[in-house]
Each structure stands twice: as structure tokens, then as C-alpha cells.
């Protein structure tokens, strides 16, 4: 099929890469032409495992373009897949990128299309953007709404094998074809209202930190009674009606889709009439987990910080990504600061993005030449290079034998054999 990709970001650049190696015939249209330069020199502007591979593979096979024009990029398509931003602006979800992009479509489509919108909206806006759509064209289109369910750093295989392909569209035909071209992904399919789509995205999205922050709360008491959390939760997810995943007690949650569509769903609910108290204590509770993951180190580290050399391994939300959009190590790094500590910062792959956020701070690549003369040992993002290190090395390297673990990775016995102190969340 002749696809158009609206949008160079994330999920578009994902989806065009995975969709041109089906054999479809993919535009991807990016109007910053910086990124758009960048891009046809093969340059991927984040980290994703496998994308860059996958991208220059179906350049190089004449399967995958790159423009900045409308005509060019719709001139042929049958789907086009708007994949802008809708980031959060001051609480409210902001929407002009897709309604840009939408009129952009509208405006220059030639023959009759279906226009996907994958950008996460809130529940409905279909009706509002189609009704926008209608003023520049009277070319025939149908809306349609499929959502993304991927996640950073395993994007490629989200995308290939998902649980589920979520297609919202009111026509038949537009399902049965959206259904062809998603043919070669597994997974279960959805079909349904494109609103009805639409909430599936947005209460997944709330539904996962919820049950962190539910975590996050059982950690903290285990703390207070002295069980241990991982034996508890790990107990808990065996009920098949709760599942074991997102049940990682830690530092909380990050990222840029959880903390963005938790408060869109508070917002589309207060716009709706209802509050949605749930929501909100997540928020909360994802909040004071820093603060109470802060709180740790000031005790362990003998109650001040002032002048003290603190460590932090991992500052992208997770690992395999260099986003730092909402990481736990931002609030993390501000409290630390606050409390006086100097603090000196490893990640394998986010240091010049977190250059961009971070100021009053040392950056230093290497785990090892930054846990030199440190007081504590903090583990914020839980790369596999920070779960392997040498921890006889390590002992040697720092001036007080403290770990701090936000990710609860570490071997407890194996790190008290060593002489170091050692404290998880929750364990
Ligand atoms: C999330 C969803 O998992 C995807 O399904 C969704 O498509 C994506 O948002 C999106 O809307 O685009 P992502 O933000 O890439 O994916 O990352 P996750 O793996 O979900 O992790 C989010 C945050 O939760 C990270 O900070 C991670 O450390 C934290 N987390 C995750 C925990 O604290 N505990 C856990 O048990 C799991």
C-alpha cells in the first residue's frame, strides 16, 4: 500500500520503518528541516534499539522517503497515519500540532484517503478534526483512530507483536483495510468506534502507573513492617486477575506518555464533569515516592548532604532510551541538590540530552570514574551496564560503602558481603 507518515518523531519514524520493511511503499513528512537534514543523512535524532537498522534498510531499498512537502508525501496514499506530538502544556493536552497537520493533509489531498490519526487525543476529537478537515478539501477521506502501544526502547518489537492492534473507524471498509495493512503484525485485533479506541489508549496509559503507584505504596510499608516487596508483589501478581507486570516498586514513574496522559485523563474528566480521584492520587503518590526515595538518602547518608559527593547511575525515564522527558533522575538530582549534595551523574547514552536540563551537576560516562570518592552509590535508571558492575571494584572506588537502589535490582546479601549498606524500596 502507498503510506504516508505525518511526523518524524517516535512513533512516526517507528511505524514508517516497520510498515516500508512490510513492502509498503512509505512517505514520511517532517516539516523541521533541521531534523528532516538530519534524517536524510541517516541520522536518527534518539536512541532506539534497532530503528536506525531498520530505517537505512528500507532507504536503501527505495521502500522509505523523506519529505517536506504535502503534495509530495500524499501524491499516491491510501493511508496517511498522523503522528505528531500532543504534549502537555501547563495541565491541558496541546493539540494544535495534530490540527496543523490535519489541515496540511486536508489541503492537499489529491484522491480519496483514510487519515489515521495515532497521535494520543483525547477521547472524541475525531468529530472536531474532521470538522476542521472538511473546510479545506472536498476530497473524500474517513477518519480513522489506531493507537500506539509501544514502548520506548523495545519499539520495534512492540510494534511487530503487540497484545493488541486497536482500530477505531465507523466505516467497515476503512476497518477491513486498516485490518490489511496491520495483517503482518501479531496480536489481537480491536475493532471499534474511533472514540471507543481513543479511551482504550488513554485508560491503558492510566491504568499501568496506577498499578506502579499501587506498588510504590505497598513498597513503602513493607519498608515501615519489614517484608519485602518483591517476595509480596511477586506473590500478589500471581492472581491472575492482577498480572505480574507493573507491579516495580521504585523511584516511580517517568517518561513522556504516563505522567502526560495520566493528567489528560484528569483533565478530560474534569471537562466531562467527573473527577477522577483515582487519577489523582497516582499523581500524588508518584510524586512523594521521590521525595520519600530522597528522604532515604539524607538517613543513610547520615542525615546531611551538604558537600557530599552522590552518585546517580541513570538519568534517561528508563533504560534503552535517551528521553528524558519526566525522569524520576530530574526531581531526584533537584532534591539532592537542594539538600546541598554534589552530585556527578552516569548514563551510557542520555548525558548530552540531560546537558540540556540539568546545570550545576558533573557528567561523567564512565560508572566506574564517576563513583569515585562518592558517599552513596544512587540507582535511578537500571541500565544493564549498572546491574553487572563489579561491586569489588566499586567498594574500592568510593569513600562510603552506600547504596541507594531505585530500582530494586541489586543483591542485598551479595552487596552486605562486600561491606557495603545497602537499601532498596520496599526490600
Ligand atoms: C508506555 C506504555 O508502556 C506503552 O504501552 C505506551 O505505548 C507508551 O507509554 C506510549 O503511550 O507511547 P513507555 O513510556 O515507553 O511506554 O515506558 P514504560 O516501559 O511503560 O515505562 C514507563 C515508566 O514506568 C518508566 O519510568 C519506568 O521506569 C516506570 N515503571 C515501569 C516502573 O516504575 N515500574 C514498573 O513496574 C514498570
Known amino acids: 500500500m502507498n503510506v504516508t507518515i505525518v511526523g518524524a518523531g517516535f512513533v512516526g519514524l517507528v511505524t514508517a520503518s516497520v510498515l516500508a520493511d512490510f513492502g509498503n511503499d512509505v512517505w514520511v513528512l517532517e516539516n523541521n528541516t533541521e531534523k528532516l ?5 541517516g541520522k536518527i535524532p ?13 532507504i536503501k531499498v527505495n521502500r522509505l522517503h ?6 509530495e508525501a500524499l501524491a499516491k ?3 496517511v497515519f498522523v503522528c505528531v506530538g500532543t504534549p502537555d502544556k501547563g495541565g491541558r493536552v496541546y493539540l494544535q500540532y495534530v490540527y496543523n497537520a490535519t489541515a496540511g493533509v486536508a489541503r492537499n489531498l489529491k484522491e480519496s484517503a483514510i487519515v489515521v490519526i495515532k497521535s494520543t487525543v483525547p477521547p472524541g476529537l475525531n468529530d472536531e478534526i474532521e470538522r476542521r478537515m472538511r473546510k479545506y478539501t472536498k476530497v473524500d477521506f474517513s477518519l480513522a483512530s489506531v493507537p500506539e502501544f509501544l514502548r520506548e526502547g523495545k519499539a520495534i518489537e512492540d510494534t511487530l507483536h503487540p497484545y493488541r492492534v486497536v482500530i477505531g473507524a465507523k466505516e467497515e471498509e476503512t476497518a477491513q483495510k486498516l485490518l490489511a495493512l496491520h495483517e503482518p503484525i501479531t496480536g489481537e485485533r480491536v475493532i471499534c468506534d474511533p472514540i471507543s479506541a481513543q479511551m482504550i489508549k488513554y485508560a491503558s496509559n492510566a491504568f499501568l502507573p496506577t498499578k506502579i503507584s499501587f506498588a510504590n505504596s505497598i513498597a513503602v510499608l513493607c519498608d515501615q513492617c519489614g517484608a519485602d516487596v518483591e517476595k509480596v ?7 491472575r486477575r492482577i498480572g505480574p507486570d507493573f507491579l516495580g516498586a521504585g523511584v516511580g514513574y517517568g517518561g513522556s506518555c504516563f505522567p502526560k496522559d495520566v493528567a489528560a485523563l484528569i483533565g478530560f474528566g474534569r471537562k466531562k464533569g467527573y473527577n477522577f480521584k483515582i487519577l489523582k492520587a497516582v499523581q500524588a503518590t508518584n510524586k512523594e515516592q521521590v521525595n520519600y526515595f530522597l528522604g532515604k538518602i539524607k538517613r543513610l ?3 546531611s548532604l551538604k558537600g557530599k559527593k552522590i552518585t546517580v547511575l541513570g538519568l534517561a525515564f528508563k533504560p534503552d532510551t535517551s528521553d528524558m522527558r519526566d525522569a524520576s533522575s530530574l526531581s531526584v538530582i533537584a532534591g539532592l541538590k537542594e539538600m546541598g549534595a554534589k552530585v556527578t551523574a552516569s548514563d551510557p547514552v542520555a548525558i548530552p540530552f540531560a546537558r540540556r536540563l540539568i546545570d550545576g551537576i558533573e557528567f561523567v560516562e564512565d560508572p566506574y570514574q564517576a563513583l569515585e570518592g562518592a558517599e552513596a552509590l544512587v540507582l535511578v535508571t537500571e541500565w544493564n551496564e549498572y546491574r553487572s558492575l563489579d561491586f569489588s571494584r566499586v567498594r574500592k572506588l568510593m569513600k562510603s560503602r552506600i547504596v541507594i537502589d531505585g530500582r ?7 552487596l552486605e558481603q562486600q561491606g557495603f549498606i545497602y537499601e532498596g524500596v520496599g526490600k
Open 37 to 41: 537534514g538530519n534524517l536524510l543523512k
Open 46 to 58: 534518539f536512541y532506539e534499539p534497532g530503528l536506525e537498522t531498520l530505517f537505512l534498510k528500507n
Open 66 to 71: 523523506l519529505t517536506s512537502s504535502y503534495q
Open 77 to 79: 496514499t491510501e493511508v
Open 233 to 239: 508483589l511477586g506473590g500478589v501478581g500471581l492472581d
Open 301 to 303: 547518608c547520615g542525615g
Open 408 to 414: 530494586n535490582v541489586y543483591n542485598r546479601n551479595m
